[in-house]
């Protein structure tokens, strides 16, 4: 029944989005595809955008992270509602930037901005790094739940690769406007299975109501409701928080999906609207977090440990089988959809700005059929990182908005600054690559700046070179537009 139920959503959804696609004109340029003709309206920007805070990264990781740790988690409430704040000013200067000279990828921007065709070679791929890192997000959970509907006698090799290969399958044909049909599935899905579970999750731990929950969190396991948490050897203080959520925040519309999905808007309009309303769609992760609390007192114990798999565990062990297999059905949407996007924009920028300047005479179809050949190496790439690694997913997460950071001042000062240019801004992406990634470095930062997350000490080195560069060798200032 589990892995019936699993299908039916699944392959419905599927069947939904490639219909929902091919009712549409069918993409015959790299630009059609990858950013839906510009023309998003506000319901299917919001699935698409505000969407993002049903992924696995937050279900999933979000719930397992409140499992081992407790309050850590709390990093979900403050990174969106100030990334909602902060993309309420950057996402229209991005879109009126897309808009006015005809720009598909976040590489794109840096070449046309800097007016340096290698600068957007560079940025893409960084660009790609960091979506590589979080498709395997995305993979990692799709293969947790392949081995719960099909059974532990799976192995993970073969569950991961059909993870990958179901992702492919799904972003191929259509693009952006399948994801964006099957983004509003699951994320009404979601919704659902959300208030149904926390509805009734009293009764599965023998609480008296939802609130009552956290009362006993807090009772048997003292400290769970304020930092550090249950693991103070973590690490996860309060300055860890507010560092974190701040590097999340900065670095949330600078992951090249989220930058290129600004370009699918209709309107500014449309991206204000998304911005206002999201930090109240956030208020959702407190039912995730009831979630993974309600998990620790019913002492769900996952494979191996895993956090990732305590909430599908905790659903397997307490729920019906019915119920089971509509919430695994639901959960792979929710690493389909954002793992499709991811690939589409990594394909978009391989094709678009790695290969086509190597290429100029490449004509739109062979553009197109590169990006979507070059999605299954870097989907290869994803599911080796999975195998070599068994990191949590919001430590994955964490990883993948560090990297993609040494992108923001880039972004950040061309809306701001105008003697910014390329060398300058090339010059902190360097510095900041070695702050972030120097075992030597870390190690400073640790000794220097106790309980600081990592990423935004060298987000603010990247940022500091940069300036210092711009100012020490001005050049003839940009022309992209600049905010209101």
């Not at 340029?29 to 510009?38: D, F, K, N, P």
């Not at 937050?58 to 992270?65: C, D, P, R, T």
């Not at 099957?182 to 899905?189: H, N, Q, R, S």
């Not at 304020?226 to 928080?241: D, E, I, K, N, Y």
Request: charged share 10%; glycine share 10%.
């Amino acid at each position: 029944m589990i892995l019936a139920l699993t299908l039916a959503v699944v392959l419905g959804t599927m069947a939904g989005a490639l219909l929902s696609a091919r009712r549409q004109e069918r993409a015959r340029t790299l630009a059609e595809w990858a950013v839906g003709g510009r023309r998003f309206g506000v319901l299917v920007f919001w699935f698409l955008n505000a969407g993002e805070i049903y992924t696995t990264f937050a279900v999933l990781g979000i719930s397992g992270f409140a499992w081992a740790h407790g309050a850590p988690a709390y990093l979900a409430f403050t990174s969106v509602s100030l990334s909602a704040a902060i993309g309420y000013w950057l996402m229209p200067c991005i879109w009126n930037a897309g808009r006015r000279y005809g720009l598909v990828t976040q590489a794109d921007f840096f070449a046309a901005h800097y007016r340096a065709t290698w600068l957007g070679v560079v940025v893409g791929i960084a660009g790609i790094a960091a979506l590589i890192i979080y498709v395997q997000i995305q993979i990692v959970a799709l293969s947790l739940i392949v081995r719960l509907t099909l059974g532990p006698e799976v192995s993970t090799a073969a569950a991961v690769t059909v993870a990958a290969v179901i992702m492919l399958a799904f972003v191929y044909f259509a693009g952006l406007r399948s994801a964006a049909f099957a983004a509003g599935v699951k994320d009404v899905l979601m919704l659902l299975i959300v208030v149904a579970l926390c509805a009734t999750v009293a009764s599965k731990v023998g609480a008296a109501s939802m609130l009552d929950v956290y009362n006993m969190a807090q009772d048997q396991f003292p400290g769970i409701g304020r930092l550090p948490g249950l693991q103070p050897g973590a690490g996860l203080s309060t300055v860890w928080l507010m560092t974190a959520a701040l590097n999340v925040a900065l670095g949330n519309w600078i992951l090249p999906h989220l930058f290129q999905l600004c370009f699918s808007a209709g309107s500014e309009a449309t991206i204000r609207r998304n911005a206002i309303w999201q930090p109240i769609y956030s208020l959702s992760y407190f039912f995730i977090i009831l979630l993974g609390f309600a998990a620790l007192l019913a002492g769900t114990q996952p494979e191996g440990g895993d956090t990732n798999a305590v909430l599908l565990q905790f659903v397997a062990d307490r729920y019906p089988a019915w119920a089971v297999g509509i919430f695994a059905g639901t959960a792979c949407l929710l690493a389909l959809v954002p793992g499709s996007v991811l690939l589409l924009t990594a394909g978009s920028i391989f094709s678009r700005n790695i290969l086509l300047p190597m290429r100029p005479d490449l004509s739109d179809r062979a553009s197109l059929l590169a990006s979507r050949l070059s999605m299954i190496i870097f989907a290869a790439i994803a599911v080796w990182l999975t195998l070599g690694g068994s990191k949590s997913l919001v430590e994955i997460g964490l990883s993948a908005y560090a990297a993609i950071g040494m992108l923001a001042p880039g972004v950040y000062f061309a809306f701001t600054w105008k003697r910014a240019h390329a060398a300058g801004v090339f010059a902190g992406i360097v510095a900041g690559y070695l702050a972030l990634l120097l075992p030597q470095a870390q190690q400073l930062w640790t000794m220097l700046l106790p309980g600081w997350d990592h990423g935004l000490v060298a987000m603010a080195i990247n940022a500091a070179v940069a300036a210092l560069a711009c100012a020490a060798w001005p050049r003839r200032a940009a022309a992209s537009p600049q905010p209101a």
